[in-house]
Protein backbone atom coordinates (compact mmCIF):
# COMPACT_ATOMS: atom_id res chain seq x y z
CA UNK A 1 0.00 0.00 0.00
CA UNK A 2 1.40 3.47 -0.27
CA UNK A 3 1.84 5.60 2.10
CA UNK A 4 -0.22 8.87 1.85
CA UNK A 5 1.53 11.98 3.31
CA UNK A 6 -0.88 14.05 5.43
CA UNK A 7 -0.25 17.70 5.47
CA UNK A 8 -0.87 19.43 8.89
CA UNK A 9 -2.35 22.70 9.21
CA UNK A 10 1.33 24.38 9.77
CA UNK A 11 2.04 22.58 6.06
CA UNK A 12 -0.24 23.80 4.63
CA UNK A 13 0.20 27.70 5.97
CA UNK A 14 3.72 27.29 4.64
CA UNK A 15 3.07 26.45 1.30
CA UNK A 16 0.64 29.14 1.09
CA UNK A 17 3.49 31.66 2.22
CA UNK A 18 6.13 30.13 0.04
CA UNK A 19 3.95 31.14 -3.14
CA UNK A 20 4.03 34.74 -4.55
CA UNK A 21 1.86 35.37 -7.36
CA UNK A 22 2.74 38.09 -9.64
CA UNK A 23 -0.36 40.22 -11.52
CA UNK A 24 1.56 42.72 -14.16
CA UNK A 25 0.11 45.62 -15.28
CA UNK A 26 1.47 48.84 -17.53
CA UNK A 27 2.79 50.79 -15.14
CA UNK A 28 3.55 48.66 -12.14
CA UNK A 29 3.78 44.99 -11.01
CA UNK A 30 1.86 43.55 -7.80
CA UNK A 31 3.33 40.80 -6.22
CA UNK A 32 0.44 39.06 -4.09
CA UNK A 33 1.90 37.47 -1.06
CA UNK A 34 -1.04 36.16 1.53
CA UNK A 35 -3.54 38.66 1.37
CA UNK A 36 -0.78 41.71 1.34
CA UNK A 37 0.29 43.58 -1.61
CA UNK A 38 3.40 45.00 -2.25
CA UNK A 39 4.08 47.35 -4.72
CA UNK A 40 7.33 46.51 -6.45
CA UNK A 41 8.05 49.37 -8.92
CA UNK A 42 6.55 52.33 -6.57
CA UNK A 43 8.43 55.01 -8.66
CA UNK A 44 6.37 54.39 -12.13
CA UNK A 45 3.06 54.99 -9.67
CA UNK A 46 5.13 58.34 -8.40
CA UNK A 47 6.26 58.82 -11.87
CA UNK A 48 2.40 59.25 -13.18
CA UNK A 49 1.34 61.56 -10.30
CA UNK A 50 4.10 64.05 -10.41
CA UNK A 51 2.68 67.64 -11.18
CA UNK A 52 4.94 69.05 -14.17
CA UNK A 53 3.34 72.64 -13.47
CA UNK A 54 5.08 75.38 -13.38
CA UNK A 55 5.33 77.14 -9.70
CA UNK A 56 7.18 80.01 -8.05
CA UNK A 57 9.32 78.47 -5.29
CA UNK A 58 10.39 82.22 -3.49
CA UNK A 59 10.19 85.42 -4.12
CA UNK A 60 11.23 88.72 -1.87
CA UNK A 61 11.39 92.22 -1.76
CA UNK A 62 15.43 93.28 -1.89
CA UNK A 63 16.40 96.44 0.30
CA UNK A 64 17.76 99.61 -1.44
CA UNK A 65 20.76 100.73 -0.32
CA UNK A 66 22.48 104.25 -1.30
CA UNK A 67 25.06 105.13 -3.46
CA UNK A 68 26.98 108.35 -4.34
CA UNK A 69 29.33 109.70 -6.92
CA UNK A 70 32.80 109.30 -6.52
CA UNK A 71 35.68 112.13 -7.73
CA UNK A 72 37.16 110.38 -10.91
CA UNK A 73 40.94 111.13 -11.33
CA UNK A 74 42.81 111.77 -14.86
CA UNK A 75 46.19 112.16 -16.21
CA UNK A 76 47.04 115.17 -18.22
CA UNK A 77 48.95 115.09 -21.10
CA UNK A 78 51.56 114.94 -22.71
CA UNK A 79 51.24 111.12 -23.02
CA UNK A 80 51.12 108.13 -25.72
CA UNK A 81 48.70 105.93 -24.92
CA UNK A 82 47.48 102.53 -26.94
CA UNK A 83 44.14 102.48 -28.71
CA UNK A 84 41.61 101.36 -30.87
CA UNK A 85 42.14 102.84 -33.80
CA UNK A 86 39.36 102.76 -36.62
CA UNK A 87 41.05 102.37 -40.29
CA UNK A 88 38.05 101.78 -42.07
CA UNK A 89 34.17 101.49 -42.16
CA UNK A 90 32.35 98.59 -44.71
CA UNK A 91 29.31 97.04 -45.76
CA UNK A 92 29.69 93.92 -47.22
CA UNK A 93 26.85 92.08 -48.99
CA UNK A 94 27.13 87.90 -49.12
CA UNK A 95 24.42 86.05 -51.17
CA UNK A 96 23.76 82.25 -50.24
CA UNK A 97 21.98 79.57 -51.40
CA UNK A 98 20.81 76.97 -48.92
CA UNK A 99 18.43 73.85 -49.00
CA UNK A 100 18.06 72.59 -45.66
CA UNK A 101 16.41 69.50 -44.74
CA UNK A 102 14.46 68.64 -41.57
CA UNK A 103 14.26 65.73 -39.36
CA UNK A 104 10.66 65.09 -40.27
CA UNK A 105 7.87 66.10 -42.39
CA UNK A 106 6.73 70.03 -41.23
CA UNK A 107 3.14 71.54 -41.89
CA UNK A 108 4.58 74.87 -41.95
CA UNK A 109 7.56 76.87 -40.26
CA UNK A 110 6.35 79.33 -37.25
CA UNK A 111 9.53 80.86 -36.61
CA UNK A 112 12.94 81.71 -37.96
CA UNK A 113 15.47 83.56 -35.55
CA UNK A 114 18.53 84.03 -37.22
CA UNK A 115 22.00 85.48 -36.34
CA UNK A 116 25.60 86.34 -37.97
CA UNK A 117 28.64 84.61 -36.34
CA UNK A 118 31.53 85.56 -37.37
CA UNK A 119 34.39 82.92 -36.89
CA UNK A 120 38.05 84.87 -38.48
CA UNK A 121 38.54 88.25 -39.63
CA UNK A 122 42.31 88.24 -41.28
CA UNK A 123 43.45 91.35 -43.18
CA UNK A 124 46.64 92.10 -45.14
CA UNK A 125 47.11 95.83 -44.89
CA UNK A 126 49.67 95.31 -47.83
CA UNK A 127 47.15 94.48 -50.34
CA UNK A 128 44.08 95.62 -48.64
CA UNK A 129 42.44 92.49 -49.04
CA UNK A 130 39.81 91.17 -46.27
CA UNK A 131 39.38 87.95 -45.66
CA UNK A 132 36.11 86.77 -43.84
CA UNK A 133 34.60 83.79 -42.18
CA UNK A 134 31.24 83.00 -40.14
CA UNK A 135 27.88 81.22 -40.30
CA UNK A 136 24.15 81.78 -40.14
CA UNK A 137 22.67 80.89 -37.05
CA UNK A 138 19.05 79.74 -37.50
CA UNK A 139 16.78 78.29 -35.16
CA UNK A 140 14.19 76.75 -37.33
CA UNK A 141 10.84 76.40 -35.52
CA UNK A 142 8.13 74.17 -37.76
CA UNK A 143 4.87 72.39 -36.76
CA UNK A 144 4.89 68.49 -37.14
CA UNK A 145 2.15 66.27 -37.60
CA UNK A 146 1.18 63.23 -35.88
CA UNK A 147 -2.48 62.73 -36.67
CA UNK A 148 -5.46 63.79 -38.27
CA UNK A 149 -9.08 63.78 -37.26
CA UNK A 150 -12.55 64.82 -38.36
CA UNK A 151 -11.97 68.35 -39.36
CA UNK A 152 -8.33 68.91 -37.15
CA UNK A 153 -4.51 68.21 -37.30
CA UNK A 154 -2.96 67.35 -33.99
CA UNK A 155 1.15 67.85 -33.79
CA UNK A 156 3.85 69.27 -32.24
CA UNK A 157 6.19 72.71 -32.20
CA UNK A 158 9.77 71.62 -32.89
CA UNK A 159 12.69 73.46 -33.83
CA UNK A 160 16.08 72.54 -35.57
CA UNK A 161 19.40 74.91 -35.02
CA UNK A 162 21.01 75.32 -38.33
CA UNK A 163 24.64 76.51 -39.23
CA UNK A 164 24.99 77.79 -42.70
CA UNK A 165 29.06 78.91 -43.43
CA UNK A 166 30.06 81.42 -45.70
CA UNK A 167 33.55 82.82 -46.48
CA UNK A 168 34.85 85.80 -48.49
CA UNK A 169 37.11 87.98 -49.63
CA UNK A 170 37.16 91.75 -50.57
CA UNK A 171 39.01 94.78 -51.44
CA UNK A 172 38.89 97.49 -48.25
CA UNK A 173 39.75 101.41 -48.53
CA UNK A 174 41.37 102.58 -45.62
CA UNK A 175 40.53 106.38 -44.25
CA UNK A 176 43.42 106.07 -41.71
CA UNK A 177 46.32 104.25 -43.08
CA UNK A 178 47.19 101.15 -40.52
CA UNK A 179 50.77 100.78 -39.04
CA UNK A 180 53.66 98.75 -40.33
CA UNK A 181 56.23 98.68 -37.10
CA UNK A 182 57.61 94.98 -36.17
CA UNK A 183 56.19 96.05 -33.42
CA UNK A 184 52.46 96.61 -34.56
CA UNK A 185 49.55 95.19 -33.55
CA UNK A 186 47.12 92.88 -36.20
CA UNK A 187 44.33 95.13 -37.39
CA UNK A 188 41.06 93.40 -36.32
CA UNK A 189 37.15 93.48 -37.32
CA UNK A 190 34.27 94.61 -35.49
CA UNK A 191 30.54 93.52 -36.83
CA UNK A 192 28.53 96.60 -35.81
CA UNK A 193 25.48 95.42 -37.13
CA UNK A 194 23.75 92.78 -39.37
CA UNK A 195 20.44 92.52 -41.55
CA UNK A 196 19.60 89.56 -43.33
CA UNK A 197 16.50 88.96 -45.86
CA UNK A 198 15.42 85.59 -47.64
CA UNK A 199 12.89 83.60 -48.80
CA UNK A 200 11.97 79.78 -48.28
CA UNK A 201 10.61 77.80 -50.55
CA UNK A 202 9.35 74.53 -49.83
CA UNK A 203 9.82 71.44 -51.33
CA UNK A 204 9.21 67.93 -51.55
CA UNK A 205 5.43 68.71 -50.46
CA UNK A 206 2.94 65.91 -49.96
CA UNK A 207 -0.16 65.70 -49.25
CA UNK A 208 -2.19 64.84 -46.25
CA UNK A 209 -3.85 61.36 -46.72
CA UNK A 210 -7.58 61.44 -45.78
CA UNK A 211 -7.77 64.57 -44.98
CA UNK A 212 -10.90 66.98 -46.57
CA UNK A 213 -8.72 70.13 -47.24
CA UNK A 214 -5.86 70.03 -49.37
CA UNK A 215 -2.95 70.69 -46.68
CA UNK A 216 0.70 69.36 -47.64
CA UNK A 217 3.35 68.47 -45.33
CA UNK A 218 7.21 69.39 -46.53
CA UNK A 219 10.41 68.06 -45.61
CA UNK A 220 13.04 70.81 -47.97
CA UNK A 221 13.27 73.71 -47.23
CA UNK A 222 15.42 75.67 -50.05
CA UNK A 223 16.33 79.30 -48.69
CA UNK A 224 18.07 82.59 -51.08
CA UNK A 225 19.64 84.88 -48.42
CA UNK A 226 21.08 87.87 -48.88
CA UNK A 227 22.84 88.98 -45.66
CA UNK A 228 24.25 93.00 -45.19
CA UNK A 229 27.36 93.33 -42.69
CA UNK A 230 28.43 96.58 -41.46
CA UNK A 231 32.38 96.07 -39.85
CA UNK A 232 34.63 98.36 -38.34
CA UNK A 233 38.26 97.65 -39.25
CA UNK A 234 40.02 98.42 -36.12
CA UNK A 235 44.08 98.49 -35.17
CA UNK A 236 45.31 99.56 -31.80
CA UNK A 237 47.96 102.14 -32.12
CA UNK A 238 49.91 104.62 -30.12
CA UNK A 239 48.21 107.79 -29.82
CA UNK A 240 49.92 110.68 -28.62
CA UNK A 241 47.70 112.94 -26.73
CA UNK A 242 49.06 116.28 -25.82
CA UNK A 243 48.88 118.60 -22.77
CA UNK A 244 45.27 120.21 -22.58
CA UNK A 245 44.46 124.10 -22.39
CA UNK A 246 43.74 123.76 -18.67
CA UNK A 247 47.10 122.25 -17.47
CA UNK A 248 48.63 124.91 -19.56
CA UNK A 249 47.37 128.14 -18.31
CA UNK A 250 47.94 126.61 -15.13
Not at 196 to 201: L, N
Not at 220 to 228: D, F, Q, R, S
Given at each position: ???????????????????????????????????????A????????????????????????????P??S??????????????L??????I????????????L?????????????????????????????????Q?????S?????????????????????????D??????????????????????I????????Q??????????????????K??????????????????????????
Amino acid sequence: MPKHHKHTSKDISKNNTSHKHKHKNKNYEVIEENENSICANSHAVKELKKDYSAKLNSSKLLQEYSSKPLDSSSISGPLICMLPVILSEIQIKISIDAVIELPEPALEITKIDKKVLLNECDIICETSTLFLNGFIRQNIQYASVTSTRHKTINGNIKYSVIYIPFEIATKIDFNTPPQFKDISEKPFCKLDSSKIMETDIKETQKPLRKFFMPEYTFENLHEKIATYLNLKILQNQDILIPESAESCEK
